[in-house]
């Protein structure tokens, strides 16, 4: 499947092209209505015979109703066609809101084969939307496929995981011109940035971040490589280094030195060797700063990657002995 729209990150802007989906298979043109009185039975009940369908009781003076619809919006079209979303002004529409007692809002009701099923007032949050949703899902028997989205994200990683950050970054600047605040693909954008040698690039587009994005888990991973690259920008010749340490078994800077230089070429294994070496001689060298570096790697590479893994086990090994 072609997903690749425009370009995007480095060597282009992300979403340059024309516009479009991230993919194809999109879902159906009244995946998302409005309705009123005199529609109800037809866009709702009826409508519900064969697929849930959600309504979202709203109105213009509602502050919370203008958070909770569109996450509504983003999570309907997610499903890719398992539930509908239909949306009634209760303003413009009190005789309905009363039949169905509907006394605060923003209120969202459920339905399928004609009758409700589920229901919430008041604000949710995304993850809380997304339960909800995943359980009228199941209740109506779907099982949607991943969203456009979700298969660009994954194309994506796999480009970059595959030593391609210029095609990751294109998949990623076409995600972000549909979703701005989407979190995988921003930090992705990152990464690509990273990936490419532009450390600074990178630490821009980090910076762009709102402190509450930038605070998000997706993040974490992605801060700390970009302290790590930039770290590492100036460190010393591998060989230099490595006939100190060489020399002098005891120079733990020199040893320290040689790990940031060893990450910078990409020797990972040989990196947190280094720094678990200085801890086995002085845990507590230099206000403990062995460790605290293999923990920036770890953060930088990510808990389940094997060397991280590895280490960690020889990190606990050596501070519980």
């Known amino acids: 499947m072609e997903t690749i729209i425009?370009?995007?990150?480095?060597?282009g802007g992300p979403g340059d092209g024309?516009?479009?989906?991230?993919?194809?298979?999109?879902?159906?043109?009244?995946?998302?209505?409005?309705?009123?009185?005199?529609?109800?039975?037809?866009?709702?009940?009826?409508?519900?015979?064969?697929?849930?369908?959600?309504?979202?009781?709203?109105?213009?003076?509602?502050?919370?109703?203008?958070?909770?619809?569109?996450?509504?919006?983003?999570?309907?079209?997610?499903?890719?066609g398992a539930v509908r979303l239909v949306k009634v002004n209760i303003d413009e529409n009190q005789s309905l809101a009363a039949q169905l007692r509907i006394q605060s809002v923003p209120a969202v009701y459920a339905f399928f084969q004609g009758q409700p099923v589920d229901g919430f007032v008041g604000a949710q949050s995304e993850s809380q939307i997304k339960d909800f949703i995943a359980r009228l899902v199941a209740q109506g028997g779907g099982a949607p496929g991943p969203s456009p989205v979700d298969q660009a994200l994954e194309q994506a990683q796999a480009a970059l995981d595959g030593g391609q950050p210029a095609a990751a970054s294109a998949l990623y600047g076409q995600v972000l011109q549909h979703e701005p605040d989407n979190e995988a693909a921003l930090a992705g954008m990152v990464r690509c940035y990273l990936e490419s040698g532009d450390a600074a690039a990178a630490r821009e587009r980090f910076d762009a971040l709102s402190e509450e994005m930038a605070a998000k888990p997706a993040f974490v991973s992605v801060k700390a490589a970009l302290e790590l690259a930039e770290q590492t920008a100036d460190s010393g010749p591998l060989t230099e280094l490595e006939a100190r340490v060489a020399a002098s078994p005891a120079d733990h800077q020199a040893r320290y030195d040689l790990a940031i230089a060893l990450h910078a070429a990409d020797q990972r294994e040989a990196a947190a060797e280094a720094l678990v070496e200085i801890l086995r001689r002085d845990r507590k060298w230099n206000q403990e700063a062995a460790r605290h570096q293999l923990l920036k790697f770890f953060e930088a590479w990510g808990p389940t990657d094997p060397i991280t893994l590895s280490a960690r086990r020889q990190l606990s090994s050596l501070l519980f002995s």
Do not use: Y
Not at 6 to 11: A, I, L, Q, R, Y
């Open 18 to 80: 024309p516009g479009g989906g991230p993919g194809d298979g999109q879902p159906p043109a009244d995946l998302i209505k409005d309705s009123d009185t005199a529609r109800f039975t037809q866009d709702v009940i009826e409508a519900s015979m064969t697929t849930p369908v959600i309504v979202d009781f709203w109105a213009p003076w509602c502050g919370p109703c203008k958070q909770l619809t569109p996450a509504l919006e983003k999570s309907v079209r997610a499903a890719r």
């Open 6 to 11: 425009g370009t995007g990150g480095p060597g």
